[in-house]
């Protein structure tokens, strides 16, 4: 059974451009319930290890200095099958190919600057919202 938890972050990219509203908004038209929320910057060693899966991919240096390059907001949603919805609505990787009214059709600049982050299993949307809050910090 898919489960009711997803993680997120608002990327740097976002953030800067003043997109944190509108982006929140989206989340909460689309159902989602905000369970823990953090307005926080990753180290460049924090980003590295949040990325640990992508190490071996060409763009793994690009992806780190930018989400360690200016603060973001983490969040952990919840919905029923939160992994699958949550990344309908964010829309593909490149914005160039996110369906219309996406949040990444919307608010992405390129395929690295992409304004949001969707966990993409259950698996990893618990290890993601575990990395960055403390049971006491969630409010199911
Ligand atoms: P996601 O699950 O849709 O976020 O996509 P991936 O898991 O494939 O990639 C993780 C993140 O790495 C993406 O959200 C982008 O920020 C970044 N990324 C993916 N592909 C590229 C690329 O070709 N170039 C750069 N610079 N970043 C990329």
Redesign the pocket.
């Known amino acids: 059974m898919a489960g009711n938890i997803t993680f997120t972050m608002i990327?740097p990219d976002a953030v800067k451009n003043g997109h944190i509203g509108a982006i929140l908004n989206k989340m909460n038209e689309g159902g989602f319930k905000i369970v823990a929320m953090k307005y926080t910057r990753l180290s460049k060693e924090k980003a590295g290890e949040f990325?640990e899966v992508?190490k071996e991919r060409p763009?793994y240096g690009?992806?780190v200095d930018?989400m360690s390059s200016g603060p973001i907001v983490a969040a952990v949603l919840q919905k029923d099958n939160a992994v699958e919805d949550f990344r309908t609505l964010i829309g593909?990787?490149n914005p160039a190919e996110a369906a219309e009214g996406t949040i990444r059709a919307l608010y992405a600049t390129s395929?690295?600057?992409?304004a949001v982050?969707?966990a993409?299993s259950d698996e990893n949307a618990l290890r993601e919202a575990n990395f960055h809050f403390s049971g006491t910090d969630m409010y199911m």
């Open positions: 990327k990325y992508h763009f690009e992806l930018f593909a990787t395929i690295g600057e992409n982050h969707g993409d």
